[in-house]
């Protein structure tokens, strides 16, 4: 079946370090998002990707780095310069030019400084 | 830009019953789709329902239903018969019909729906 999937579910990063988070979807979306979610707020965007090889930053870039060199894959690298990095975090893709299309979520990743 | 608001933060309603959650949203554009995903405790992010706004017929999924009021800037979800299996997150969605590649989709902040048996 086609999906998005996120890895690790549950991630622990300690203070100072990078972590990356993965995001992997065999939908053949060209569009792909990284999203942020604090308890009992909605959803930030922090990247997203139009085509590979290109990436635009969203509402909450910084701290936050990403690559598309694949069409599949969209990994999210948490730097130590997010001052704030627990929350949880979640991947979506979604086909170009099709505005009727919601978004395909993946399951997400929960990060945790310790 | 645009704006989405969900102005309860939390509801209830008893299995076997009728709850609506409500959702507006601010916009100068005519043409726009509105979702509703629904966020159950696996925080998996499903796709309840979506509606065109060209369409005057509101959409229907099973037991989920939306009230769309396009002049009144109104799009509220139905759901009939709750079932313990509906409480989740609920999180109202703005695209415009412009936006060729998502990158505009705008959330509401979310309303909790608890499912009292």
């Known amino acids: 079946d086609g999906g998005i999937t996120q890895s690790p579910k549950y991630l622990f990063r300690k203070e100072g370090q990078n972590v990356t988070l993965s995001c992997e979807q065999n939908?053949?979306?060209?569009?792909m998002y990284w999203y942020r979610q604090d308890p009992g707020q909605g959803l930030r965007l922090i990247y997203y990707?139009?085509?590979?090889?290109?990436?635009q930053k969203g509402d909450i870039a910084e701290g936050y780095s990403v690559s598309r060199e694949k069409k599949e894959s969209f990994p999210l690298t948490v730097t130590s310069a997010q001052k704030n990095p627990t929350a949880f975090y979640l991947c979506?893709?979604?086909?170009?030019?099709?505005?009727?299309?919601?978004?395909?979520f993946g399951s997400g990743t929960r990060l945790t400084v310790v | 830009a645009q704006t989405v608001t969900q102005s309860q933060p939390e509801m209830s309603v008893q299995e076997a019953e009728t709850v609506t959650l409500s959702c507006t949203y601010d916009t100068s554009e005519s043409d726009y789709y509105l979702f509703w995903y629904k966020q159950p405790p696996s925080r998996q992010m499903i796709l309840v329902i979506r509606?065109?706004?060209?369409?005057?017929q509101n959409a229907t999924e099973n037991r989920f239903s939306v009230n769309f009021q396009k002049a009144a800037k109104s799009f509220s979800l139905k759901i009939s018969d709750s079932q313990l299996g509906d409480a989740a997150m609920y999180f109202c969605a703005y695209r415009s019909a412009w936006d060729n590649y998502g990158q505009n989709f705008v959330f509401g902040p979310g309303t909790r729906l608890s499912v009292l048996p």
């Open positions: 509606q065109e706004a060209y369409k005057q």
């Open positions: 939908l053949n979306h060209d569009a």
């Open positions: 990707s139009q085509i590979v090889n290109d990436f």
């Open positions: 979506a893709s979604s086909p170009t030019g099709a505005t009727n299309y919601g978004y395909t």
